[in-house]
């Protein structure tokens, strides 16, 4: 009866928008989380534990987690036979630092404290009273992926006003920080695992660092042969993802990610840009174009619509100038804007200037350095 109405108040107090990023399924999935302890934590107590020493306690505490923060997870951990140790991790998606998450970690340390004491004292009323009772150690752990340093401070008590003076008086603990670019691409080759892979993928901005990641054939033979079904399929969501965020087009999305399952990563790496449907990449170009230049044809109709009312008369001039002005400027610029910056894409991809045609869609000082190079 207690766990039934645990698990109701679990609904109610669940986060209304649960954030399916690369970094929740890593720590949601239990090898994957059992390869970060083991080879990425340097603590010689984590170098034997294995997928079935972890089990997900994070529906459990989603009370305690705020809108924000709906990616992070709480695992408990099993060292030995009669100890066990609690993880903690806070994944930061954004490249704004978060100062507080010291505070936060706080939070959730007491809450699973207090949640281990009730525990306990289900089993055995009064225990928690003991000389010789102990809480489970906690490692709290912040996973930024954003591409800037973190600068916030690792210690709760730079938190904390007077932390000298009330030193004996004031909580004291260090969160683990993992920056992901704070990795070498050669240092997560050598870990040679599928978590090495995700961070490499996790870390990536923009289409240019995909293209230039060079990843050796080995590496990604051995995962692709090697991986289980369930990585493999993780692999392929982030991946996914990722692609999604650079606007790749889904159905390139589609067929980059059945490659991953399909035990093809080294190809998938290897042709990226070969593989991409040139006509998708135009097409993206071209509906930039074609918004860039109805901005600049409705500016340039509201210019003329402005002159044409002055001679005519403020109030006449206004109404019929601007309509005019923006009709002529839209049908202009959109006609010219199109076809100009058509026969550009159409050089550019001929030339394999793949680089030069994505700034262009956005950059038009680049644009126009560019029409006059190729003489449009």
């Not at 010291?102 to 009323?125: A, G, H």
């Not at 007077?162 to 004996?168: L, S, T």
């Not at 100009?340 to 030339?351: C, G, H, S, V």
Request: glycine share 6%; with cysteine; net charge negative.
């Amino acid at each position: 009866m207690e766990q039934k109405k645990t698990t109701s108040q679990r609904k109610q107090l669940s986060n209304s928008k649960p954030h399916d990023s690369g970094s929740k399924l890593i720590f949601g999935n239990a090898e994957l989380c059992s390869q970060f302890l083991r080879n990425y934590m340097n603590i010689p107590l984590f170098e034997n534990i294995r997928a079935e020493d972890i089990e997900d306690l994070t529906e459990r505490f989603v009370p305690m987690f705020t809108e924000e923060r709906n990616s992070d997870t709480v695992k408990r951990i099993k060292m030995s036979e009669n100890s066990t140790f609690y993880f903690v991790s806070l994944i930061e998606h954004k490249t704004k630092v978060d100062y507080n998450v010291s505070m936060q970690l706080l939070r959730y340390m007491v809450y699973i404290w207090e949640d281990y004491e009730k525990e306990m004292e289900r089993k055995k009323k009064g225990v928690s009273k003991t000389r010789d009772f102990r809480y489970p150690p906690i490692l709290p752990i912040v996973y930024y992926e954003g591409g800037g340093n973190w600068t916030a401070p690792c210690n709760i008590r730079d938190r904390i006003f007077f932390d000298e003076a009330f030193e004996p008086f004031t909580p004291k603990f260090f969160y683990k920080l993992v920056q992901l670019n704070a990795y070498s691409i050669e240092e997560l080759v050598g870990k040679n695992d599928e978590l090495s892979l995700l961070m490499l993928i996790n870390r990536l901005q923009n289409s240019s660092e995909f293209r230039q990641l060079d990843l050796p054939k080995d590496y990604l033979k051995n995962l692709s042969e090697n991986s289980t079904d369930e990585l493999l399929g993780i692999i392929a969501r982030v991946t996914a993802s990722m692609l999604r965020h650079l606007d790749v087009p889904e159905n390139d999305v589609t067929k980059f990610t059945e490659q991953v399952k399909e035990r093809k990563m080294a190809e998938l790496f290897e042709n990226f840009v070969n593989d991409v449907d040139m006509s998708s990449l135009y097409k993206i170009a071209l509906e930039r174009s074609k918004w860039k230049a109805m901005k600049e044809g409705e500016a340039k109709g509201r210019e003329i619509g402005f002159a044409q009312g002055e001679v005519r008369g403020r109030e006449i001039g206004l109404a019929e100038g601007e309509v005019r002005g923006r009709e002529i400027g839209l049908a202009e610029g959109e006609v010219r804007g199109e076809g100009r910056f058509a026969e550009l894409t159409r050089l550019l991809i001929d030339a394999g200037r793949l680089s030069d045609l994505e700034k262009a869609a956005s950059d038009a000082a680049y644009r126009n350095k560019l029409y006059q190079e190729t003489g449009l």
